[in-house]
C-alpha cells in the first residue's frame, strides 16, 4: 500500500453533464458513407471509377474534338496512321478514327447502362412480387424464370436482332437494348427474390406486420432499401456483360446500324485491315472496351468488398 | 432423388419447347417472305413451287405442328439457301468442328483455371495471389475477340509452326481453343480463389492438420475437393458462354464449324437453317445444363440432401 493519503479536497463533485458515458462523441458515419470510405481504400475499384468518369467524360465531348466528323470521308486520305491531325488515324474510308472511337464508347456506355437498368427495374418488380406471394404463386414465378433464364442468351439476341433488322443495315440501338433484356433480368429477378425472403423474417419486418402494415408498404420501406446493396453490385456487373454482349454482337455484323459506329463495328472493321498490317484500326476500339470491362468489373469487385459487413473493421 | 432428375428433365423438355415455339413464331413474323429478299425476281409459278417445297403454303398452326413433328424426329429440313444441303448435314459437318474447339477449350479452363484459384488463395495477399488475380482480372475483362486478333497478330504471325487461320491439325486449333479459353478460366480461377479461402478458414481443415495430415494432402483431399463445387455449378453456363464466344472465334480464325454457319444463315436470311441451328444448339446446351446439375447433384451429398427434404 501507498502511504499517500487522500483529503478531501482532492476530490470535487462531478457536474451532471459529463455523465454521459454512453454519449457518442465521434460523428456517426452514415451506412452509404461508410460504404464509399471503404471503397476509397480500394486502389483498383478507385482506378476503375477514375476511368470510367474520364471515358464518360470523352464518351460525351470526344467525338467534337478532333474537328472530323463522325461520318465525313475523305478518300484522299485513307487508313492514315495515328498521327497529329488524325489522332487515332482513319478507317478505309477516310473517316477519323478518333471520333468515331468516343462516338463507339458512348453508344457501348448507353447500351451497358441502358440495358442493366432495364433489368434492374424488370428484376426487382418480378423477384419483389414472386418473394411477397405465397408459396405457390413464388414457385410458379420461378419456374417461369427459370425456363427463360434457360433459352440460351445469345440466341435469343441474334433471333431478334434478324427479326428487327432489314438485311445488311444492322439493328437499331432500341431492338438491341430489348433484346439482350429478353432474359438479362432473371438473374436480378433471383437475387430480389433471394434478398425478399431473407428480409422478410426479420424482426423489423415482422414488427411492421404486426402494426398492421401492407406487403406493398413492407417491400418498399424494409425490403429494398436494405436488399439494396447486393442489387447494386448487380447491376454494375450486369453493365459490363452487356457491353460485352453488345461488342460481340457487332463484331458479328449484327449490332448497331450503319453508320453509327459502336466499339465491336469498329474492332470488326479494324479486323478486315488487320492482315494487311493495319494493327491500329483494331488495337484502339480494342483497348477502349477492355478499359471499360475491366472498370466495370474492378469497381463491382470494390463494392462487393465494401458493401460486405464481414469485411468490415 | 429420382423425382428431382425426373422434374429437371421435365423442365428441360419445357424449355426446349419454348424455344422451338419462340424461334418458330419470330422467323414466321418476318415480313414478306424468305425468298423476296434475292435480288433476281422470280416468276410467280416457281414461287408457288418454292412455298410449296418448304411447305409455306399451308395454315400457319399446320406448320407450326409438322415443324414440331420433324424436330421430333430430328429433322430439321432442308436449307433456303443452298440446295444439295439438307440442315442436318450442315450440322452434320459443323458441330463436330466447333464441338472439337469447345471441348478443348473447357479442358484448358478446367486444368489451368482451378489451379490458379487455389494457389492464389494459398498465397493470400502474396506475390503469386497478386500475378494469378491481375491474370484472372485481365482475362475477365479482354473480349474473346480482341484476344483472338492480338493472337493472330503477335504470335501466329511471328511463330511459323502456327498457322494464322483454318482447321485440320492439332496446330490449327492451339490458338483458336486458348482465346475461347481464357475467359472461363478466368471466371474460374476467381470463384477458386473464394470459395477455397473460404473452406481454408473451416474448422475441418484444422482439424485435419491437427491430426498431423501432411499440408499437401489437408490442401487436395480436404480443400480442393469441396472448394471446387461451386466451379461445376457454373459449368452449365459456361458451356453457353462458350458457344457465343465460339461465334467470334471461329470468325476470326476462318474455322468452319456451326457458329460460321450460323452466322452466315443470319445474313443470308436463310430462315430454315437459323431454325435449325437454334434449336440445335437450345438441345445441346440444356442437356448440357440438365447433365451439369445432375452430375453436382451426385458429388455433394448436401444438395442431395435438401433436394429430397422439399
Known amino acids: ?313 | 432423388m429420382a423425382k428431382y432428375i425426373l422434374k429437371r428433365f421435365a423442365l428441360g423438355i419445357v424449355t426446349i419447347w419454348a424455344v422451338i415455339t419462340i424461334t418458330f413464331i419470330l422467323m414466321h413474323s418476318v415480313p414478306g417472305n424468305p425468298f423476296a429478299t434475292e435480288s433476281r425476281k422470280i416468276p410467280p409459278n416457281i414461287m408457288e413451287n418454292l412455298m410449296k417445297k418448304y411447305g409455306l403454303d399451308k395454315p400457319k398452326s399446320e406448320q407450326y405442328i409438322m415443324y414440331l413433328k420433324n424436330i421430333a424426329k430430328f429433322d430439321f429440313g432442308e436449307s433456303m439457301k443452298s440446295d444439295s444441303e439438307t440442315v442436318n448435314q450442315i450440322i452434320a459437318r459443323g458441330f463436330p468442328v466447333s464441338a472439337r474447339l469447345g471441348l478443348q477449350s473447357i479442358l484448358i479452363a478446367l486444368i489451368f483455371g482451378p489451379a490458379l484459384g487455389a494457389i492464389a488463395a494459398l498465397y493470400q495477399n502474396k506475390i503469386p495471389d497478386y500475378v494469378a488475380m491481375i491474370i484472372s482480372i485481365i482475362g475477365v475483362s479482354v473480349p474473346s475477340f480482341v484476344l483472338g486478333s492480338f493472337l493472330i497478330q503477335f504470335v501466329a504471325t511471328k511463330v511459323e509452326w502456327i498457322p494464322i487461320g483454318g482447321w485440320g491439325e492439332f496446330r490449327h486449333t492451339l490458338l483458336p481453343s486458348f482465346a475461347l479459353a481464357v475467359m472461363p478460366l478466368a471466371r474460374f480461377s476467381r470463384l477458386m480463389r473464394s470459395s477455397m479461402l473460404e473452406i481454408l478458414g473451416q474448422d475441418y481443415i484444422k482439424t485435419a492438420k491437427s491430426k498431423g495430415i501432411s499440408k499437401f494432402a489437408v490442401i487436395m483431399k480436404h480443400a480442393v475437393r469441396n472448394a471446387i463445387l461451386p466451379i461445376i455449378s457454373i459449368l452449365g453456363t459456361t458451356v453457353s458462354d462458350l458457344v457465343v464466344g465460339s461465334f467470334v472465334i471461329e470468325k476470326i480464325f476462318g474455322i468452319p464449324g456451326l457458329g460460321q454457319f450460323f452466322t452466315t444463315s443470319v445474313f443470308n436470311r436463310d430462315y430454315t437453317l437459323i431454325m435449325g441451328v437454334t434449336v440445335f444448339y437450345a438441345l445441346v446446351l440444356i442437356s448440357a445444363m440438365l447433365l451439369v446439375d445432375i452430375a453436382y447433384m451426385l458429388i455433394d451429398p448436401r444438395i442431395r440432401l435438401t433436394k429430397e427434404g422439399h
Open chain 1, 1 to 313: 500500500m501507498s502511504d499517500m493519503t487522500y483529503t478531501k479536497d482532492m476530490f470535487q463533485k462531478v457536474k451532471r453533464e459529463s455523465y454521459h458515458a454512453d454519449e457518442i462523441k465521434r460523428p456517426t458515419i452514415k451506412y452509404w458513407a461508410d460504404v464509399w470510405r471503404r471503397l476509397k481504400m480500394n486502389k483498383l475499384a478507385m482506378t476503375g471509377l477514375f476511368i470510367l468518369i474520364i471515358m464518360g467524360i470523352m464518351s460525351i465531348i470526344g467525338p467534337h474534338l478532333s474537328g472530323f466528323d463522325y461520318k465525313e470521308q475523305d478518300y484522299s486520305q485513307v487508313n492514315i496512321r495515328p498521327n497529329s491531325t488524325y489522332w487515332f488515324g482513319t478507317d478505309e474510308l477516310g473517316r477519323d478514327l478518333f471520333s468515331r472511337a468516343w462516338l463507339g464508347t458512348r453508344y457501348s456506355l448507353l447500351i451497358g447502362i441502358a440495358a442493366a437498368l432495364i433489368d434492374f427495374g424488370i428484376g426487382v418488380i418480378y423477384g419483389g412480387i414472386a418473394g411477397i406471394s405465397s408459396r405457390k404463386v413464388d414457385a410458379i414465378m420461378m419456374r417461369i424464370a427459370e425456363v427463360i433464364y434457360s433459352i440460351p442468351y445469345m440466341l435469343v439476341v441474334v433471333l431478334i436482332s434478324v427479326v428487327f433488322s432489314t438485311a445488311g443495315s444492322g439493328t437499331s440501338m432500341f431492338v438491341l437494348i430489348f433484346a439482350m433484356t429478353i432474359t438479362g433480368w432473371v438473374p436480378m429477378a433471383n437475387l430480389v427474390r433471394g434478398q425478399v425472403l431473407q428480409l422478410r423474417e426479420f424482426e423489423y419486418s415482422m414488427a411492421s406486420e404486426s402494426l398492421g402494415a401492407s406487403k406493398g408498404w413492407i417491400l418498399r420501406k424494409h425490403i429494398i432499401p436494405n436488399s439494396f446493396g447486393p442489387i447494386l453490385v448487380n447491376v454494375t456487373l450486369t453493365i459490363p456483360r452487356a457491353i460485352f454482349s453488345e461488342a460481340t454482337l457487332s463484331f458479328m455484323g449484327l449490332g448497331l446500324q450503319l453508320p453509327k459506329p459502336s466499339l465491336g463495328t469498329l474492332a470488326n472493321d479494324g479486323l478486315a485491315v488487320m492482315p494487311i498490317g493495319l494493327f491500329y484500326q483494331i488495337l484502339i476500339p480494342s483497348i477502349l472496351i477492355s478499359l471499360i470491362m475491366f472498370s466495370f468489373n474492378v469497381l463491382g469487385d470494390g463494392l462487393r468488398d465494401a458493401l460486405d459487413p464481414r469485411l468490415r473493421k
